[in-house]
């Protein structure tokens, strides 16, 4: 394994400030989030020997092989497996008793909610640049931002409705 320099990307959030979000290791084994004093500090980790699946930032979605920790505190991260439908996408992460989850809701955004509350919407390409829409009075707390832009960093955002995919899948198929 080769490590790579850190290459942080930094965002510019309306509600806190800036955000950086560095990958480092072979593909993406680390990703870290930070952003000032506010934010805490969110380390995601590939576990070493895990199978990489090079359509994730951070490698995989097996649970088993992740390991995430926000403020310095190990935090249950429970990504779902990716299959055909937009919730397959989800990512659970429970913190401090509060459930956060990042799903998508259209080919390029996925929805952050604390609770089963709406905070707001996430877009990345997987290119570590995370953009927020947080909702408008809600209060969005500094962990809430960090803990969404690890998540949509290291996974990514959007997904193609399940009728799309079928269409897809159908069109190949055809001669």
Do not use: C, N
Not at 17 to 27: F, K, L, N, Q
Not at 44 to 66: F, K, Q
Not at 112 to 139: I, P
């Amino acid at each position: 394994m080769t490590d790579t320099a850190p290459t942080p990307t930094v965002t510019e959030d309306d509600h806190h400030g800036d955000i950086s979000v560095e990958s480092s290791g072979e593909h993406g084994e680390t990703l870290v989030v930070t952003g000032g004093d506010a934010i805490p500090r969110v380390v995601l980790t590939r576990a070493p020997g895990a199978e990489v699946d090079e359509h994730v930032v951070i490698g995989t979605r097996d649970p088993r092989h992740l390991r995430m920790t926000v403020g310095g505190d190990d935090t249950p991260i429970t990504p779902a497996k990716g299959r055909l439908t937009r919730r397959s996408y989800r990512v659970d992460v429970t913190y401090a008793g509060t459930s956060y989850r990042l799903v998508p809701v259209s080919v390029s955004t996925s929805r952050l909610t604390r609770d089963g509350k709406r905070l707001g919407e996430f877009s990345s390409e997987g290119d570590l640049r995370v953009t927020a829409e947080w909702e408008d009075g809600v209060e969005v707390e500094p962990v809430d931002a960090a803990v969404g832009y690890a998540l949509a960093a290291a996974f990514g955002t959007g997904g193609q409705s399940l009728w799309t995919a079928v269409v897809e899948v159908v069109s190949e198929a055809l001669p």
